[in-house]
């Protein structure tokens, strides 16, 4: 379901909010709930030798770390979302900065150049589009990699193979990263 103008924020909190929307089903009004938050941003980086960066990120949700691939917010704060959505500014182009400056904050990593690889869709219910890049060509940190203050994050270059086993046995816990992540590897072969 998307939200349109017939949808009423009922709760906003820092990062979501709650739309209920009437809709018409036959003859009945039904009344459709839906959670929306900022879209998120994750760039895949890889090297000429084939190997892909993964951070190793402590996940307060988790309570646990949690291998990913660098990303984030597109969007600090759900007014700033709404901003976006009423401005004639596609969200790719809100998503594209955002990536690039999430890969300089987790990795030090500059992107010299980025692909859009798909926006993946949470769900009906759950409004969260994650906005997938890739990036083959970068610019290396001049300096030793320090992740912002309040961050537990450590970096690490990792084989095609050996990211296609976290893929697959849950090592990579954001499911639609991994499953990103394989699409990209089925299309290289492998």
């Not at 309570?63 to 401005?87: H, Q, T, W």
């Not at 060509?137 to 300096?143: C, D, I, L, Q, V």
Request: contains cysteine; glycine residues 6%.
């Amino acid at each position: 379901m998307n939200s349109s103008e017939n949808s009423k924020i009922v709760f906003r909190g820092a990062i979501f909010e709650m739309l209920q929307e009437k809709v018409q089903v036959g003859s009945k009004l039904k009344t459709f709930e839906y959670a929306r938050r900022g879209p998120g941003t994750r760039v895949i980086i890889v090297s000429d030798d084939h190997k892909m960066i993964l951070t190793r990120e402590f996940r307060n949700e988790l309570n646990n770390y949690d291998f990913r691939i660098p990303g984030g917010k597109v969007f600090d704060s759900l007014v700033e979302f709404e901003e976006a959505r009423l401005s004639q500014i596609p969200l790719l182009s809100y998503a594209t900065e955002a990536a690039k400056r999430e890969l300089v904050e987790e990795t030090g990593y500059k992107a010299l150049s980025l692909e859009t690889l798909g926006i993946s869709k949470c769900g009906a219910t759950v409004l969260w589009d994650l906005y997938y890049f890739l990036c083959q060509e970068w610019e290396a940190p001049t300096k030793s990699f320090q992740p912002q203050a309040g961050e537990d994050i450590s970096l690490e270059w990792y084989t095609f193979p050996e990211v296609k086993k976290f893929c697959l046995d849950g090592t990579i816990s954001e499911e639609r990263t991994a499953i990103t992540i394989l699409k990209y590897f089925s299309k290289l072969g492998i």
